[in-house]
């Protein structure tokens, strides 16, 4: 389990209530005080994916085990949190730990729970997390300059590469622009990974509203839907309050609740699609009569790194693997029908994994 999707945002505007629904506990202790939460509490999460259970029907699987991704509930940073302020050091180095940001903002009113800026505006808390995540990539450029550019003046080729870009990015949070929205080549962006930097992790932005607008969503969510297309980030509509109601739900209640509130799905399942989104993961599928399992996997990845998800040695003795596009699965109703038409193929070790491939590797160990 090696993707971790932290959430982030200022104290009480609902993360550990957003946790709390999300992992279907009360693991994290949700309170109206800022810093309820300190160390980071981790939950895993199955992916809402509705291919697996059609394909374990067909299959007549006797267990089906869906495709799974870590949230991390971190604690609420506060505007001088680069600076120490609010515990913010220990914070970052959680934010720094996980591979994409999901960041909660309050777009609701209540004034029973308190705000730490004493007033309702999602666009200056966004700006107020960002800015305390460029300020600690510069504070940490800074050392990371200072560190490589002896090797620089040495003739170091990868340390003169490296101090380039370095100073590239500090030009540009300088200027308030966050790594994750710079237009930068392949080839920068895979160094960049090494450095390290806060605000180059992706972001979804998630708008905690109140259940009368989980819905339709107020004018506060449209201020954040307006930001996320100038960024081209993604926006769930949620409403921490309901999600905890329908987590303490069964199946069927949890549909009729949804019912009645004029809702298809609840925004948690929206989060947790747009959160593996946001990872660039894809699924490929494992599907017999014992087991129908989805199995998570990056974004243009081979054949042979997918049998490496399951088991290493898969991997290192990679063959070939039988291929079933879930698409021609469905359409003939079994493996069998689908060889029988001609639609199963045999990959080898190039092979782009596409989502939703049901596989069967051979290998030799």
């Known amino acids: ?73 971190i604690a609420g940073l506060v505007s001088g949190a680069s600076k120490g302020e609010g515990l913010g050091n220990k914070f970052l180095a959680h934010i720094r730990e996980v591979d994409a940001i999901l960041h909660v903002l309050r ?3 209540d004034d029973d729970i308190t705000h730490v800026e004493n007033t309702i505006d999602p666009i200056r808390d966004a700006e107020i ?13 800074d050392r990371q300059m200072h560190n490589i550019s002896k090797k620089a003046r040495a003739n170091d080729k990868e340390a003169k590469a ?43 932005y998630a708008c905690n509203v109140s259940e009368k607008d989980a819905a339709t969503g107020n004018n506060f969510s449209k201020l954040v839907f307006e930001k996320a ?25 949890k549909s009729e609740f949804l019912k009645d509130l004029n809702l298809e799905e609840s925004g948690l399942t929206r989060l947790i699609r747009a959160g593996f989104g946001l990872l660039n993961l894809i699924t490929f599928f494992t599907i017999g009569p014992k087991e129908a399992r989805a199995w998570t996997l990056k974004n243009n990845s081979t054949a042979p790194e997918a049998a490496g998800v399951i088991h290493t040695d898969f991997q290192k003795g990679f063959i070939k693997a039988e291929t079933i596009s879930y698409e021609d699965y469905i359409k003939f109703k079994s493996e069998q029908a689908a060889k ?4 199963a193929r045999i990959e080898g070790s190039e092979y782009k994994v596409v989502d939703g491939d049901i596989f069967h590797f051979r290998f030799n160990v």
Request: proline share 4%; aromatic share 6%.
């Open 162 to 204: 490296d101090l380039l870009i370095m100073e590239e990015l500090y030009k540009h949070l300088s200027d308030g622009t966050p790594i994750r929205l710079l237009n930068l080549s392949f080839e920068k962006v895979k160094r960049i990974k090494v450095f390290n930097m806060l605000s180059s992790k992706p972001l979804l």
């Open 229 to 253: 297309n100038k960024e081209q980030a993604e926006t769930v509509i949620i409403s921490g309050s309901i999600e905890s109601e329908i987590a303490l739900l069964d199946d069927d209640e």
């Open 1 to 73: 389990m090696g993707f971790k999707c932290g959430i982030v945002g200022l104290p009480n505007v609902g993360k550990s209530t957003l946790f709390n629904a999300l992992t279907e506990t009360a693991s994290a202790e949700a309170a109206n005080y800022p810093f309820c939460t300190i160390e980071p509490n981790t939950g895993i999460v199955s992916v809402p994916d509705k291919r697996l259970f059609l394909l374990s029907e067909l299959a007549e699987s006797q267990k089906i085990i869906p495709a799974q991704m870590q949230f991390v509930d």
């Open 340 to 343: 029988d038409a001609g639609r």
């Open 107 to 109: 777009c609701f009113e």
């Open 129 to 141: 997390i960002e800015t305390e995540l460029m300020l600690a990539d510069i504070e940490s450029l």
